[in-house]
């Protein structure tokens, strides 16, 4: 089978096209026929070699794909041969063949397409878990127009908050204000903190979504307001998150991290409410694709922040 992998850590350019071997499932594993695969920042990460934990060199990125059943292993009965499935797995989704934990596969609604489904699996439930670590009745979006980004601005819509979208250029203000955002900023722009605040009438947000870091996520902390809650959850500008804990003090603010895989067990919970806002017309699912001789090219745009929606590759 054809598949991308990675020898050495490095640029885009360490991702490799190769022939593998096809996988078999193991008893309650899943082996799917992958149609897309989505890519994220995680990826890019590893391919660095900026991950906690070293990884087994070579190694094919990707946990999330969407395709066909091709085979089932032992104790396997939630889904059958021939049916349309998305999965969550540890590794190895870039590649035509894939093997998924049957917990970890979900059958497609017919209308939901296979890129668009890669959106589902980790940056959707991102969105629904980042909106659970509190009530806020207004939240600031960071990269609004990203995967994540997006479907945080539209989930938080669906659940009666007020949004301000943040994005990086006065382009991706366009794609913000499609997915329901009730302000829109530039932080290409000085004063992008006090259109924030003015925005909420003087008052700040309630909470903060960041998956930017650097001065960006540094400064959207001026943006919240009085006993206000920042979530930091990634840092695409490579840069991290920086501020004192005495700054919190005045206003009784808060800052806390995030991530999904934190809350593996809720992926199926999570997942479902946004299927049901998908299949109720309240969920619009932005994507970018690639083929996947061009994993390279998806990598170096998603990397430089030039992309839109979830970024997918498809074989």
């Known amino acids: 089978m054809k598949a991308v992998q990675f020898f050495e850590h490095g640029d885009a350019d360490v991702l490799q096209l190769v022939d593998l071997p096809t996988p078999r499932p193991g008893a ?135 949004v301000i979208a943040a994005v990086g250029s006065e382009a991706k203000k366009v794609a913000a204000r499609v997915s329901g955002a009730d302000a829109v900023v530039s932080y290409a722009d000085a004063d992008w903190v006090q259109q924030v605040r003015d925005a909420t009438h003087g008052q700040g947000v309630a909470a903060s979504f960041d998956a930017v870091g650097g001065k960006v996520g540094t400064e959207a902390l001026l943006a919240l307001g009085a006993g206000g809650t920042a979530v930091v959850y990634g840092a695409a500008s490579g840069e991290p998150t920086q501020f004192t804990a005495q700054q919190l003090i005045g206003q009784t603010q808060v800052v806390r991290g995030y991530t999904i895989f934190a809350e593996m067990a809720r992926i199926g919970e999570y997942t479902r409410e946004l299927l049901g806002y998908f299949q109720a017309g309240k969920l619009h699912l932005p994507v970018q694709t690639y083929l996947i001789s061009e994993a390279q090219t998806a990598h170096r745009d998603l990397e430089s922040r030039q992309t839109q929606g979830k970024v997918v590759l498809l074989f």
């Open 28 to 162: 309650g594993e899943v082996l799917i026929k992958v149609v897309a695969a989505g890519v994220n920042y995680a990826d890019i990460w590893q391919r660095k070699g900026s991950n906690l934990t070293p990884l087994p060199l070579p190694y094919v990125p990707g946990y999330e794909v969407a395709g066909v059943v091709e085979a089932l292993g032992d104790g396997v009965t939630t889904v059958q041969v021939g049916q349309r499935v998305m999965a969550m797995l540890a590794s190895g989704g870039y590649a035509e063949y894939a093997v998924a934990p049957a917990a970890q596969v979900f059958l497609l609604p017919p209308k939901l397409g296979d890129a668009q489904a890669t959106a589902l699996l980790a940056q959707g439930p991102t969105a629904v878990g980042l909106l659970n670590t509190g009530n806020y009745p207004s939240v600031l979006v960071l990269a609004a127009a990203g995967g994540v980004g997006s479907l945080l601005v539209q989930v938080a819509k669906n659940r009666g908050q007020r």
